[in-house]
């Protein structure tokens, strides 16, 4: 029998002097499948919530209203994202939403770079002064400044239009502070070059500053767009008539007094999601990208 083994081994080109052994994890290997795991269960986590609206836009009312849930539809009922968007006027929602976010993303990342880079690389009387005081505006409620913000737009006549949406929080003390931090690390060598060969000052932001600050104004983009984008308050307050409705007013209203259309709603939202993660996958490789666009720091 041992003869047998041998000439198997042999013919198999195995060394049969040294026992089988199992392959061991390392240590390292093992740290790695920990995190791993604990991750999907974080990822699972963070997916839940729409995974349920997905389960829930998909049913049919009363498989949402029964006892039993469970996130498996008996039938998938995917005509009821149809059904929602001719039961309200979403795609206007969508485009007036679409206005206001891009027009603000626009404005406000433009006020906070320049105000930033001025905060940054420019020394003036109460420089530090003023932008603690700015940066203290963050303590305070934005409710507080609803009213007033109001009382404004009526005065200019801005109430129902894309400027009242807009132009009131057109400048964040968060953008500025993430701005001011971000330019601080650029070279003041860079910025004196373009002095010397007589770039004025709006070109050398636009030249030296925008093209270094790209991580910057990813973060920016995608914050201010989410913001905007999901912002309900100040429209609720801004704005009366349909046609100007976002898609979280309009969303809002789909609710009714004594029924809610859990269908309808969910599926829309769901939908409304669309063009947050559109931006965000655009501009992700800059989003982690944590290092000036030039390379150079003193």
């Given at each position: 029998m041992s003869e047998n083994k041998v000439l198997l081994a042999k013919e198999s080109?195995?060394?049969v002097s040294q026992p089988l052994s199992l392959p061991m994890f390392s240590p390292k290997k093992i740290k790695m499948i920990v995190i791993f795991l604990v991750l999907c269960g974080?990822?699972?986590?963070?997916?839940?919530?729409?995974?349920?609206m997905l389960s829930t836009a998909l049913k049919t009312p009363s498989e949402v209203t029964a006892k039993d849930t469970h996130i498996i539809p008996d039938k998938l009922m995917w005509s009821n994202f149809s059904d929602?968007?001719?039961?309200?006027?979403?795609?206007?929602?969508?485009?007036?939403?679409?206005?206001?976010?891009?027009?603000a993303v626009i404005l406000t990342v433009f006020i906070n770079c320049l105000a930033g880079y001025a905060f940054a690389k420019y020394k003036f009387r109460g420089r530090n002064i003023l932008f603690?005081?700015?940066l203290s505006t963050l303590i305070i409620p934005v409710q507080i400044t609803m009213i007033p913000n109001f009382y404004i737009l009526k005065y200019l006549g801005w109430i129902n239009s894309y400027a009242g949406l807009i132009i009131p929080r057109a400048a964040e003390a968060f953008g500025l502070f993430l701005a001011r931090q971000y330019i601080m690390n650029i070279p003041d060598s860079l910025i004196e070059a373009a002095r010397i060969d007589g770039a004025s000052e709006f070109k050398i932001f636009r030249k030296v500053i925008l093209p270094n600050i790209k991580p910057l104004i990813a973060v920016l983009v995608i914050f201010t767009?989410?913001?905007?984008?999901?912002?309900?308050?100040?429209?609720?307050?801004?704005?009366s008539e349909q046609s100007m409705y976002t898609v979280q007013l309009g969303l809002a209203m789909l609710k009714g007094e004594h029924f809610i259309n859990w269908t309808q709603l969910m599926s829309l939202t769901l939908l409304s999601v669309i063009p947050i993660l559109i931006v965000f996958l655009i501009?992700?490789?800059y989003f982690i990208k944590g290092m000036v666009g030039s390379g150079m720091k003193e």
């Open positions: 080109k195995l060394d974080m990822a699972f986590l963070f997916l839940l919530p729409f995974i349920w929602a968007l001719h039961a309200a006027p979403f795609a206007g929602y969508v485009g007036n939403s679409l206005i206001v976010s891009i027009l603690l005081m700015i767009f989410m913001w905007r984008w999901n912002e309900l308050a100040w429209p609720l307050i801004a704005v501009f992700q490789r």
